[in-house]
């Protein structure tokens, strides 16, 4: 996905004429059933960037070995199991636009360990054991610990977050998130003053999951946040969506969701959370630091070397919508970064 070469002179203009393009030569169209409604609706499975346009040969290459030898093979028919139910309140944060349908939500992702296609991880991520799980944080706390999911659930009652979730390749959706708010569970291991940054790491299981070399990207998948990111109201810690536990390939059975970031940021699967005085390192900067900063908020100002951040396609539209800086929660947390350079420093 977010590499390679492609898009030369990435105006809008031109970007507008190839996605247009694509949607013409994408006739793949799936009926799928919204949450909300009993209609079918018609879903364009289109990506905006083709994955061997931006991955780069050998991997795109390595991929297609990795599948022929079977390890995606036959069981790769089966799917992940649909979570149990789970009550949660509603939360002032959500957004009233339209639900993505759980088809797409659930079909098109992007979990490298799993396959570096969109459909591969709905294909693949059974293989993820979800059960016993434990998430140890540690650091500049206090009181590190290690929370299994019986704990994980009472760390705050649930609440359902409607957002929007923006990826830096283009496309965006509205999920109807289940989880808590990450300061929530911050706040119970008492942070020390040297807790600046927080660093999240997610599970990596060589058994189950694609070979990093493969999958072109470093594992275990690593992300983080500075402390007041990490400590504001919006950031979320997702055990579920659609009323329902997490299935696998959405990072179960708990992951970080940061709606004004590009959605690389929200790591899946989480094991780790470590405060740290650092700024940690993250996977996608580690792989390519000029194309994905630290920061990365969703921002219109700021293309992509190889692309344009200007629009973006809901999935399910057919007409591009403009993107919006910090994603449309820029009242809320545009002040974060006051006096920062979110162009060229800071990205
Ligand atoms: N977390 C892990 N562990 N592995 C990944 O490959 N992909 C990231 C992020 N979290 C990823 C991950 C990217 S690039 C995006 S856009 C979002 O997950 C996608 O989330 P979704 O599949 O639920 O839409």
Not at 133 to 148: F, I, M, P
Not at 312 to 331: C, P, Q
Request: positive net charge; aromatic residues 10%.
């Amino acid at each position: 996905m977010l590499r390679a070469p492609l898009l030369r002179g990435s105006g809008t203009k031109t970007v507008t004429r190839r996605k247009h393009k694509t949607f013409r030569q994408s006739s793949r169209v799936t009926a799928i059933r919204s949450y909300h409604e009993s209609k079918p609706m018609l879903i364009r499975k289109s990506p905006e960037l083709r994955y061997s346009q931006v991955t780069p040969r050998a991997a795109y290459l390595n991929r297609r070995h990795f599948l022929a030898a079977g390890i995606g093979g036959l069981a790769a028919l089966r799917q992940a199991k649909a979570g149990a139910k789970l009550s949660a309140s509603k939360s002032s944060f959500s957004t009233s636009e339209p639900l993505t349908p759980l088809e797409a939500i659930t079909h098109y992702n992007n979990f490298y360990e799993f396959g570096t296609d969109k459909e591969d991880p709905s294909k693949n991520a059974y293989k993820l054991k979800t059960s016993p799980w434990t998430v140890k944080v540690e650091g500049a706390v206090a009181k590190s610990t290690v929370l299994d999911l019986d704990a994980i659930f009472k760390i705050a009652p649930l609440e359902e977050r409607i957002y929007r979730h923006r990826c830096v390749e283009r496309w965006s959706m509205v999920i109807p998130w289940i989880g808590f708010p990450l300061n929530a569970l911050l706040k119970k291991v008492d942070p020390t003053a040297k807790a600046k940054y927080v660093a999240f790491e997610s599970l990596y299981d060589s058994k189950s999951m694609l070979p990093s070399a493969f999958a072109g990207i470093n594992f275990p998948y690593i992300e983080g946040l500075r402390m007041d990111e990490a400590m504001h109201p919006l950031t979320l810690l997702a055990v579920g969506l659609y009323g329902e536990n997490l299935p696998n390939q959405d990072g179960a059975p708990i992951r970080l969701v940061v709606p004004w970031k590009y959605g690389y940021k929200s790591i899946k699967s989480i094991v780790k959370i470590k405060l740290v005085e650092k700024e940690p390192p993250t996977t996608w900067n580690l792989s390519a630091s000029n194309e994905y900063g630290f920061y990365s908020n969703v921002n219109p100002e700021r293309d992509h070397p190889r692309w344009s951040q200007t629009k973006e396609r809901r999935i399910g539209e057919f007409r591009l919508r403009d993107t919006v800086k910090f994603n449309g929660y820029g009242d809320q947390v545009a002040s974060l970064y006051n006096g920062m350079d979110l162009i060229r420093k800071y990205y």
